[in-house]
């Protein structure tokens, strides 16, 4: 226990990852710790990726002054990170001609949570905005400030920009203990080891409460919620707008919303579940999801599924969400039950953490050096022919596409394996430069990927994984011959 | 940016692919360029390296390797030129092609005339939305192959292979002689969806069980597969509760069809068949985008390689009478229709005048095996024009007809060719 950070925060998810970059502003020595191989492993990587305007949560919660708050700041935030997000608008769907009177009242609630540019619309210009909606259409409410981003690159570009600025980062780091010192917490245990630090931001999504019972705090408890989700292939389902039904009381409802990158998104479900590591697809889940979302566009095609996913909401058992610093414990913030619309509150919650550390005594001088934008690597396929000619020949490696279906270059890959926050899996790969995304799923790529990935790590193809130890994708050489015991124990 | 021009250009570099491109320059084609993403040609032929192939079109048993390799000797023998290790990024209707590689960079080519052979793809975990986890140890077959083959990895011990097309069952038996062990065959289909020879010789003298109407209803493991739930089907297709099989693996294989790889063809507008995948062609391989060919698994999923190779040498000739000024025009055109316990009939529209220059080929796959003698009847408006007999049908392989010249009257008046085929 060498080293004594100013601020610890627990959790690479996009509100960890936010709440690093905002406290990298200061002159501080700050650790994120991510207990996965790789930040953007939880809650994160699994959600519908909406950047909600703010017109569903109760007035006067958390929830809803942080939703109006975080949208707002998403254009900002996107373009100093150079990620993609569209404020495209979004809409909630009548179906039904009593569903009119919720449109009524979720227009109110908006106002009462200071949400702007909220219109009902009428069944045709909905229709005329979304061909592909049902023609039971009876109306619309629309938002204009809601949106689509590329929810891993938020979380990923987050955690590497606040890298730039200094933040250390500590993957694959699970933490298994509070350091307290006469009820004050002064680090955290973890399987590596123990780090000391003078404030803990305890940003650790599903686990978030097992994190305030370490440090004595009851009560709280996270109740996951799974989601089911079906992606579908781009160049045969296109729809344009981000439709919700109309909300019933434990959902916003079966959604379907193109994504950042063109594909169809539809989900989720709710289904409440005990274990924090539930994302098993269900054929139920699927099932409803595919029933809720042809309630809203019947031209849905399971043909064109390319594939299925789950993720669960680390939702609270306040219903709000949960941002403190808890006199019992001084040195301690805790961020939990952070569900729906915790993606867009988060670059509102990470300048909350930065007030409250304030608050508790945390000095904060500001960094000159400070960059708020992150460095990009350039993208093939968004390329004119004439950059990408430049690129190659800058080079050469940007010349060689290694995944057809979503036009992901050698380049690509080779920059993201040696990124500030680096990709050292298959998955992780996958979430920085799309490859395997696509409708072949890695078919193509795989083989070529692992070849890489080994290359430029330095270690042998049969430690290549999908997502860290344990998710190895090759077990051998074919010359190779196994240990005597191992097919031993196989068996 | 460097800019080719060529007569015919071939995209993609496998068994189609050649021989589009060896026909297309001996029917005299001056310039003929191959554009291929791998590094070397020959296509998937490179990673099948069990025997079987050429059968057909060479009267010999050969490795896919070897297979290929007659192919891409002759194709540098007339001077077919290569461009490789380079993927097309944009075709235009007015045949620019824009390629890239790591050497040249953006490449453009001009052709005369295009043909279409990027072959096809495997359907994956996510296309048939296994419920489960989604852990490590979720291969297609095809991928399972080019890790052992080519880059000389296993990519499991314990396998479970869903679904018996060929390369599943291949595979099954590759995996087994390499040391692993393959626990089963599923196939959710009530018959085998590959050739029955690819179930005597990798599966039975194996000691591979398959299990026919059983499927993957579930994958478990959080990190790498731990195992897999087997469960019987309905007739519906769907898993029957109470029937599940949990069966300990840390791999599953997937062999469960094959998509023609029509990504080019869809963004330039050309016309899809939705039961093949492929482009609706013509008797000459042409699609309904003028310039346009198409050969091999592009077109329909081929059980046989010598039949792509028979199918892209028509697309090669074409392609070149194209490039030449010298295609016959279209003077009549009958469509092709699936009948009785016909999946689908290739091409989907056919000139009689081309009966002409030689006999034609029609190509369907059945709906439904019939373990019995069989009648396939060819008719035109209803009247049938061909009859032959075929000892048995199964859907995992495709039947041929030919028609033959003295049919060209005929059929010049008819405006529909159906094909049955029919118990006798």
Same mark, same amino acid.
């Given at each position: 226990?060498?080293?004594?950070?100013?601020?610890?925060?627990?959790?690479?998810?996009?509100?960890?990852?936010?709440?690093?970059?905002?406290?990298?502003?200061?002159?501080?020595?700050?650790?994120?710790?991510?207990?996965?191989?790789?930040?953007?492993?939880?809650?994160?990587?699994?959600?519908?990726?909406?950047?909600?305007?703010?017109?569903?949560?109760?007035?006067?919660?958390?929830?809803?002054?942080?939703?109006?708050?975080?949208?707002?700041?998403?254009?900002?935030?996107?373009?100093?990170?150079?990620?993609?997000?569209?404020?495209?608008?979004?809409?909630?769907?009548?179906?039904?001609?009593?569903?009119?009177?919720?449109?009524?009242?979720?227009?109110?609630?908006?106002?009462?949570?200071?949400?702007?540019?909220?219109?009902?619309?009428?069944?045709?210009?909905?229709?005329?905005?979304?061909?592909?909606?049902?023609?039971?259409?009876?109306?619309?409410?629309?938002?204009?400030?809601?949106?689509?981003?590329?929810?891993?690159?938020?979380?990923?570009?987050?955690?590497?920009?606040?890298?730039?600025?200094?933040?250390?980062?500590?993957?694959?780091?699970?933490?298994?203990?509070?350091?307290?010192?006469?009820?004050?917490?002064?680090?955290?245990?973890?399987?590596?080891?123990?780090?000391?630090?003078?404030?803990?931001?305890?940003?650790?999504?599903?686990?978030?409460?097992?994190?305030?019972?370490?440090?004595?705090?009851?009560?709280?408890?996270?109740?996951?919620?799974?989601?089911?989700?079906?992606?579908?292939?781009?160049?045969?389902?296109?729809?344009?707008?981000?439709?919700?039904?109309?909300?019933?009381?434990?959902?916003?409802?079966?959604?379907?919303?193109?994504?950042?990158?063109?594909?169809?998104?539809?989900?989720?479900?709710?289904?409440?579940?005990?274990?924090?590591?539930?994302?098993?697809?269900?054929?139920?889940?699927?099932?409803?999801?595919?029933?809720?979302?042809?309630?809203?566009?019947?031209?849905?095609?399971?043909?064109?599924?390319?594939?299925?996913?789950?993720?669960?909401?680390?939702?609270?058992?306040?219903?709000?969400?949960?941002?403190?610093?808890?006199?019992?414990?001084?040195?301690?913030?805790?961020?939990?039950?952070?569900?729906?619309?915790?993606?867009?509150?988060?670059?509102?919650?990470?300048?909350?953490?930065?007030?409250?550390?304030?608050?508790?005594?945390?000095?904060?001088?500001?960094?000159?050096?400070?960059?708020?934008?992150?460095?990009?690597?350039?993208?093939?396929?968004?390329?004119?022919?004439?950059?990408?000619?430049?690129?190659?020949?800058?080079?050469?490696?940007?010349?060689?596409?290694?995944?057809?279906?979503?036009?992901?270059?050698?380049?690509?890959?080779?920059?993201?394996?040696?990124?500030?926050?680096?990709?050292?899996?298959?998955?992780?790969?996958?979430?920085?430069?799309?490859?395997?995304?696509?409708?072949?799923?890695?078919?193509?790529?795989?083989?070529?990927?692992?070849?890489?990935?080994?290359?430029?790590?330095?270690?042998?193809?049969?430690?290549?994984?999908?997502?860290?130890?344990?998710?190895?994708?090759?077990?051998?050489?074919?010359?190779?011959?196994?240990?005597?015991?191992?097919?031993?124990?196989?068996? | 940016?460097?800019?080719?021009?060529?007569?015919?250009?071939?995209?993609?570099?496998?068994?189609?692919?050649?021989?589009?491109?060896?026909?297309?320059?001996?029917?005299?084609?001056?310039?003929?360029?191959?554009?291929?993403?791998?590094?070397?040609?020959?296509?998937?032929?490179?990673?099948?390296?069990?025997?079987?192939?050429?059968?057909?079109?060479?009267?010999?048993?050969?490795?896919?390797?070897?297979?290929?390799?007659?192919?891409?000797?002759?194709?540098?023998?007339?001077?077919? $030129? =290569?461009?490789?290790?380079?993927? /097309? *990024? &944009?075709?235009? +209707?007015?045949?620019?092609? #824009?390629?890239? %590689?790591?050497? @040249?960079?953006?490449?453009?080519?001009?052709?005369?005339?295009?043909?279409?052979?990027?072959?096809?793809?495997?359907?994956?975990?996510?296309?048939?939305?296994?419920?489960?986890?989604?852990?490590?140890?979720?291969?297609?077959?095809?991928?399972?192959?080019?890790?052992?083959?080519?880059?000389?990895?296993?990519?499991?011990?314990?396998?479970?292979?869903?679904?018996?097309?060929?390369?599943?069952?291949?595979?099954?038996?590759?995996?087994?002689? $390499? =040391?692993?062990?393959?626990?089963? /065959? *599923? &196939?959710?289909? +009530?018959?085998?969806?590959? #050739?029955?020879? %690819?179930?005597? @010789?990798?599966?039975?003298?194996?000691?591979?069980?398959?299990?026919?109407?059983?499927?993957?209803?579930?994958?478990?493991?959080?990190?790498?597969?731990?195992?897999?739930?087997?469960?019987?089907?309905?007739?519906?297709?769907?898993?029957?509760?109470?029937?599940?099989?949990?069966?300990?693996?840390?791999?599953?294989?997937?062999?469960?069809?094959?998509?023609?790889?029509?990504?080019?063809?869809?963004?330039?507008?050309?016309?899809?068949?939705?039961?093949?995948?492929?482009?609706?062609?013509?008797?000459?391989?042409?699609?309904?985008?003028?310039?346009?060919?198409?050969?091999?698994?592009?077109?329909?999923?081929?059980?046989?390689?010598?039949?792509?190779?028979?199918?892209?040498?028509?697309?090669?000739?074409?392609?070149?009478?194209?490039?030449?000024?010298?295609?016959?025009?279209?003077?009549?055109?009958?469509?092709?229709?699936?009948?009785?316990?016909?999946?689908?009939?290739?091409?989907?529209?056919?000139?009689?005048?081309?009966?002409?220059?030689?006999?034609?080929?029609?190509?369907?796959?059945?709906?439904?095996?019939?373990?019995?003698?069989?009648?396939?009847?060819?008719?035109?408006?209803?009247?049938?024009?061909?009859?032959?007999?075929?000892?048995?049908?199964?859907?995992?392989?495709?039947?041929?007809?030919?028609?033959?010249?003295?049919?060209?009257?005929?059929?010049?008046?008819?405006?529909?060719?159906?094909?049955?085929?029919?118990?006798?």
């Amino acid at each position: 226990m060498t080293s004594n950070y100013d601020v610890i925060v627990i959790g690479g998810g996009v509100v960890g990852c936010l709440t690093a970059r905002a406290l990298s502003r200061y002159q501080l020595r700050i650790l994120l710790l991510e207990r996965e191989a790789d930040v953007c492993s939880g809650t994160s990587k699994a959600n519908t990726a909406i950047i909600h305007a703010g017109y569903d949560a109760r007035p006067g919660s958390l929830k809803a002054a942080l939703n109006v708050a975080g949208n707002r700041m998403y254009s900002q935030v996107c373009g100093e990170l150079g990620v993609l997000f569209e404020r495209n608008g979004t809409y909630v769907v009548a179906l039904e001609d009593e569903d009119r009177h919720t449109l009524e009242e979720l227009r109110e609630r908006g106002r009462r949570n200071g949400v702007p540019g909220l219109s009902i619309i009428s069944a045709e210009q909905m229709r005329k905005a979304e061909p592909l909606l049902s023609e039971q259409t009876r109306g619309a409410l629309f938002a204009e400030t809601g949106g689509i981003v590329d929810p891993f690159m938020m979380t990923i570009a987050a955690a590497e920009n606040a890298v730039e600025n200094g933040v250390e980062l500590g993957l694959d780091t699970e933490v298994t203990g509070l350091e307290l010192r006469q009820g004050r917490v002064v680090g955290v245990k973890t399987q590596r080891g123990v780090f000391a630090g003078n404030y803990v931001v305890n940003s650790a999504g599903l686990y978030s409460d097992w994190i305030m019972a370490m440090a004595g705090l009851g009560g709280f408890c996270i109740k996951p919620r799974k989601g089911e989700y079906y992606v579908l292939d781009r160049e045969k389902s296109q729809v344009r707008q981000v439709l919700f039904p109309c909300p019933t009381p434990v959902s916003k409802g079966i959604v379907v919303t193109p994504t950042s990158h063109g594909n169809t998104l539809v989900g989720p479900n709710a289904v409440n579940t005990d274990l924090r590591d539930d994302v098993v697809v269900t054929r139920q889940g699927l099932e409803e999801v595919f029933e809720g979302a042809q309630r809203l566009v019947p031209s849905l095609d399971k043909r064109d599924v390319i594939a299925v996913f789950a993720g669960l909401r680390a939702a609270g058992s306040t219903g709000d969400f949960l941002i403190e610093a808890p006199r019992e414990v001084p040195g301690l913030v805790s961020l939990a039950g952070i569900e729906s619309p915790g993606f867009t509150a988060a670059p509102a919650i990470a300048e909350r953490v930065v007030d409250l550390l304030r608050e508790s005594g945390l000095a904060l001088t500001p960094k000159r050096s400070f960059n708020p934008e992150r460095h990009a690597a350039p993208r093939f396929a968004e390329l004119s022919h004439r950059q990408q000619q430049e690129l190659i020949e800058r080079d050469p490696r940007y010349g060689r596409v290694v995944c057809r279906c979503e036009m992901v270059t050698e380049g690509e890959i080779v920059a993201a394996i040696h990124a500030p926050v680096p990709a050292r899996t298959y998955d992780g790969l996958k979430r920085r430069t799309r490859l395997g995304a696509g409708r072949c799923q890695g078919g193509f790529d795989t083989p070529r990927v692992i070849n890489i990935l080994a290359r430029e790590l330095g270690v042998q193809r049969t430690g290549v994984s999908k997502r860290g130890k344990g998710s190895e994708l090759l077990s051998r050489g074919t010359k190779d011959v196994e240990m005597a015991g191992t097919d031993e124990q196989r068996e | 940016m460097e800019t080719l021009c060529c007569d015919v250009a071939v995209i993609g570099g496998g068994p189609g692919g050649l021989a589009a491109a060896i026909a297309a320059r001996e029917r005299g084609a001056a310039r003929v360029l191959v554009i291929e993403r791998a590094e070397e040609l020959g296509g998937i032929l490179q990673q099948c390296i069990h025997n079987g192939f050429g059968l057909e079109a060479l009267g010999e048993d050969l490795p896919g390797p070897a297979y290929a390799q007659r192919f891409m000797d002759r194709a540098s023998a007339v001077g077919v $030129e =290569g461009l490789l290790d380079t993927m /097309v *990024l &944009e075709v235009t +209707p007015g045949r620019h092609i #824009l390629a890239s %590689n790591s050497r @040249q960079g953006v490449v453009e080519v001009e052709a005369g005339a295009v043909v279409f052979s990027m072959g096809c793809r495997e359907r994956t975990r996510g296309a048939l939305a296994i419920p489960g986890t989604r852990p490590a140890g979720v291969f297609t077959a095809g991928t399972a192959q080019r890790l052992v083959n080519i880059e000389g990895f296993m990519p499991g011990r314990r396998f479970v292979v869903l679904g018996s097309g060929d390369i599943g069952m291949i595979m099954a038996r590759r995996l087994t002689l $390499e =040391g692993a062990h393959v626990e089963r /065959v *599923l &196939e959710i289909m +009530p018959y085998l969806s590959g #050739l029955k020879r %690819n179930l005597v @010789q990798c599966l039975l003298d194996f000691d591979i069980p398959l299990q026919l109407k059983r499927t993957v209803s579930e994958i478990k493991g959080t990190n790498r597969v731990e195992a897999v739930v087997s469960s019987a089907v309905d007739e519906a297709m769907q898993p029957i509760p109470g029937t599940e099989e949990t069966i300990p693996c840390d791999t599953l294989l997937l062999s469960v069809g094959l998509i023609p790889e029509n990504e080019l063809s869809r963004r330039l507008g050309i016309a899809l068949d939705p039961v093949t995948g492929g482009p609706v062609v013509d008797e000459g391989m042409g699609t309904s985008l003028s310039g346009f060919f198409a050969a091999g698994n592009v077109v329909h999923v081929y059980d046989l390689v010598d039949w792509v190779t028979l199918a892209g040498e028509v697309a090669g000739r074409s392609a070149a009478d194209y490039a030449l000024g010298r295609r016959r025009p279209v003077q009549a055109r009958l469509r092709t229709v699936a009948g009785e316990n016909v999946r689908y009939v290739v091409p989907q529209w056919f000139d009689p005048n081309s009966l002409e220059e030689g006999p034609q080929q029609l190509q369907l796959r059945v709906r439904s095996p019939v373990e019995e003698k069989v009648k396939v009847v060819v008719s035109a408006d209803g009247e049938e024009v061909v009859r032959k007999t075929e000892r048995y049908v199964r859907p995992g392989e495709m039947i041929t007809v030919r028609l033959t010249q003295d049919l060209a009257g005929r059929l010049r008046s008819a405006h529909e060719l159906r094909v049955s085929v029919v118990k006798q």
